[in-house]
């Protein structure tokens, strides 16, 4: 299997731009996380899905952000007016059926610049 | 107070002696212990976890949990310069309205001197 697959794996925009990232999962998991990583905060879930639909999103900072997930191979987050304290690594991950929520694996991230 | 402390590091060890980390937390609701190993500029990798209390043991890499203490470890034995990266524990309640909602440490970057 070729893991989690984000694109794109680098951004950069400007300031008041739309910024969409996106998200393959793991074929067969039904748990997808998106999660941000500053040095200031660390690893922060944003918001997550099971079977497709949003569980949780108390981590989303803000309106601007927004999460889709239209199907089981495929998720989005999108910032609507992006801002430079964006800037961070966004990760997307997933976990097996059957009860492994837990077991999260991690794809390479994308690294997002909001100049 | 954040629910997960981990010391950010860094820790240098010579290569071959053995690497500790822990963790403490603070919610006793807490079930499943995770660590992470982390490569500069890659995404965290899940090395192995743990259910409740107890030892488990992956090759080199031995995990503990101590839940009387809410504490937990994770020793590397004959560390190796690959094994020079940052980890993370993360740890997650049991099945139901949080299931899967992970809470991490801040990582502790370990360096492995050669």
């Known amino acids: 299997d070729a893991g989690v697959i984000q694109s794109p794996r680098h951004e950069v925009t400007e300031m008041g731009q739309e910024v969409t990232l996106r998200c393959k999962p793991i074929s067969g998991h039904d748990y997808l996380f998106w999660y941000r990583q500053t040095m200031m905060r660390g690893l922060e879930l944003l918001i997550y899905f099971n079977n497709n639909v949003p569980i949780d999103d108390s981590g989303m900072p803000e309106d601007r952000f927004s999460a889709k997930m239209p199907n089981a191979s495929f998720s989005t987050l999108k910032i609507q007016p992006s801002e430079p304290r964006d800037s961070a690594v966004y990760f997307c991950?997933?976990?097996?059926?059957?009860?492994?929520?837990?077991?999260?694996?991690f794809g390479p991230g994308t690294r997002l610049t909001v100049l | 107070q954040k629910e997960v402390e981990q010391d950010p590091g860094p820790l240098s060890v010579p290569e071959g002696a053995i690497v500790s980390l822990n963790c403490t937390y603070s919610?006793?609701?807490?079930?499943?212990f995770m660590w992470y190993r982390q490569y500069s500029r890659k995404g965290p990798e899940l090395l192995m976890y743990?259910?409740?209390?107890g030892n488990k043991e992956d090759g080199r890499f031995t995990a503990q949990v101590d839940k009387s203490s809410k504490y937990i470890s994770l020793f590397i034995r004959d560390s190796q310069p690959s094994d020079s990266a940052t980890y993370l524990c993360a740890m997650s309640p049991p099945p139901g309205d949080s299931w899967g909602k992970l809470q991490f440490g801040a990582g502790t970057q370990v360096v492995v001197t050669p």
């Open positions: 743990t259910y409740s209390s």
């Open positions: 919610n006793s609701a807490f079930q499943y």
């Open positions: 991950a997933s976990s097996p059926a059957g009860g492994r929520a837990h077991e999260q694996f």
